[in-house]
């Protein structure tokens, strides 16, 4: 070993045996939060913690968590439920949750998927994307996944706090937790948090932003979803696809909403699944159940788990 090279390591050596506490100490403390990023920490710490034995488990993104509480599904059909929307994400990161779901916990007898219209859209970046610090050094299966992650470079996931750096707000809020500061609620319960707000102008902001939107379907991301119904099949689980209300007033938004719409139709129909569209109940006429044109608030997705509720228990018991 050359003079160079042992400098280099006497350098770095130090500093890895200081940042690898301080990396453990900090994701450590950020997993305790109640609340961040949308109380994501939650859901990722009861799927790693093996402890999620239910019987029917909901998978999409801010459409499921917010649409669909698993409390109102147990009472109606006696059997346990857990939702395992994950906030601003496509199938990608659904189905990457779905595998470490499966890896750490019995499977469930029924999965429902929550459909919305970006569901197979590629996307350019990584939303929320704290969720994932504190779970990523030296994870293989995070790293192997990181054409899903994007916004991570390999020495993120073998450097310790490497991912960290620039994160302030994240390893000030580790501190936080560390003295016992977030004294809140579970911003989750089962996966599943109902808004309570009233209408707000997020849709004339975004038309005024963005204009009306067309949706690309990403093709690779379809054929993943293929493989997930096929994987289900093999482990005997009964896949329910649902699409919940929209405001009537925000279906305009998407130019091609229809040929979305008519793909998930078309999904069902060719894997014999069955496909619960509610895009034309009543819900979604009145402004009263919804906070934007996309998401219920907490009245409106209690009115509509009961009527969901009621619908499985005729289609799965009779």
């Not at 346990?80 to 019995?106: C, M, P, S, V």
């Not at 849709?203 to 289900?232: H, P, Q, T, W």
Request: glycine share 6%; charged share 25%.
């Amino acid at each position: 070993m050359n003079k160079f090279l042992k400098k280099i390591i006497f350098f770095l050596l130090p500093i890895f045996v200081l940042a690898y506490p301080l990396d453990i100490f900090i994701s450590n403390n950020l997993k305790k939060s109640v609340i961040h990023v949308d109380g994501e920490y939650l859901i990722w710490n009861d799927i790693y913690s093996g402890n999620i034995n239910v019987d029917i488990a909901v998978y999409g993104s801010s459409r499921a968590w917010t649409h669909i509480d698993p409390k109102v599904l147990q009472d109606s059909l006696e059997l346990t439920a857990y939702n395992f929307g994950i906030d601003g994400l496509n199938f990608g990161l659904q189905y990457f949750r779905h595998k470490e779901y499966f890896k750490y916990n019995t499977v469930p007898k029924i999965i429902i998927i929550s459909g919305d219209i970006f569901t197979f859209e590629k996307e350019d970046g990584f939303y929320n994307h704290e969720q994932v610090l504190p779970y990523m050094l030296f994870n293989e299966e995070y790293y192997k996944s990181n054409e899903l992650f994007k916004i991570f470079s390999k020495p993120d996931f073998f450097i310790p706090m490497k991912r960290y750096l620039g994160q302030t707000w994240e390893m000030a809020r580790a501190g936080i937790l560390a003295v016992g500061l977030e004294n809140q609620k579970p911003a989750r319960i089962n996966g599943f948090m109902g808004i309570e707000r009233e209408w707000n102008q997020d849709f004339k902001k975004a038309i005024k932003s963005k204009g009306y939107l067309k949706v690309k379907i990403d093709y690779k991301l379809l054929c993943l979803f293929m493989r997930f119904i096929n994987e289900c099949k093999n482990y005997n689980i009964e896949v329910i696809l649902v699409y919940s209300p929209e405001y009537i007033e925000g279906r305009t938004f998407i130019v091609n909403r229809k040929e979305v719409l008519d793909l998930w139709y078309k999904i069902a129909e060719n894997r014999n699944l069955l496909f619960l569209d509610y895009t034309e109940d009543s819900i979604g006429k009145n402004r009263k159940y919804f906070y934007n044109s996309t998401h219920l608030n907490k009245q409106g997705s209690r009115l509509f788990s009961q009527k969901l509720a009621g619908d499985l228990k005729y289609h799965l018991f009779n």
